[in-house]
C-alpha cells in the first residue's frame, strides 16, 4: 500500500511543485487582531500537554522493524485480557503521533522507538469507540486515495493528450521537411 502511494504521489508532487510559488519567510508578517505587528507568535490559550501522557514512569517498545505491524505490537502489549486490543493499538498511536509516517495510523515508521500506554490510558476509550474512530480513519483514508487516483487519471490524460500533440507536431514538422525536400529541384 506505501509504495502504491509513493508511486501514485510522485508525479501529483513534481506538477505540484512546479505550479507552487515559494513564499520567503521573511516575507511573512504577523499581525495582531488590533493590527500591531507581532515578533512571534502568541497564543490565546496556554499550550497543554498531551492528554494522554501521563506522570507515571514511561516503558518503551522498539526499535520497530519493517515487518512489524501496530496490531501485531498492540495485542503484544496489551496490558490483560479485559481490555481489547483496538483499545490498545489506539492508546499506542494517541501516545506516538510522530512514530506514524503523517501521523497516518497505518503507516507505523520502521525504527521507531514507542512509549507503552498504561492500563489507564488504554482504558480512556471503549473498545467500540476505539473500533469506530479507526473506522472513520480508515474511511478518510479511503476518500483520500480516491481522490489521489481521480488526480492521477486526470494528470494521465493530460500527459497522453501533451504526448499525442507533440507527436502531431513532429509529423507535421517531417512531412514539412520532405515537401521541402520534394519540391527542391537539385
Known sequence: ????????????????????SF????????????GELQTSPQFSEPVTR???????????????SSD??????????????????????LAIYRLNPQAFENQNIHTLIPQSTLRIPSLAQVTS???????????????????????????FRLLQRRLRQANHHLSNQRLRHQSQKCQLQTVTPW
Open 68 to 89: 512489524e505491524t501496530l496490531w501485531r505490537i498492540a495485542s503484544q502489549l496489551r496490558p490483560n485480557n479485559q481490555v481489547s486490543v483496538q483499545q490498545t493499538l
Open 23 to 34: 513564499v520567503s519567510a521573511e516575507s511573512i508578517r504577523l499581525t495582531g487582531p488590533n
Open 1 to 20: 500500500m506505501r509504495q502504491f502511494l509513493k508511486h501514485l504521489l510522485v508525479p501529483l508532487v513534481l506538477v505540484a511543485v512546479t505550479q507552487i
Open 125 to 151: 476509550v471503549s473498545t467500540q469507540e476505539a473500533v469506530n474512530i479507526m473506522l472513520r480513519i480508515r474511511l478518510a483514508l479511503m476518500a483520500l486515495m480516491c481522490r489521489l487516483l481521480v488526480l
Open 50 to 64: 498531551n492528554r494522554f501522557a501521563s506522570n507515571e514512569p514511561s516503558q518503551f517498545y522498539g526499535p520497530t
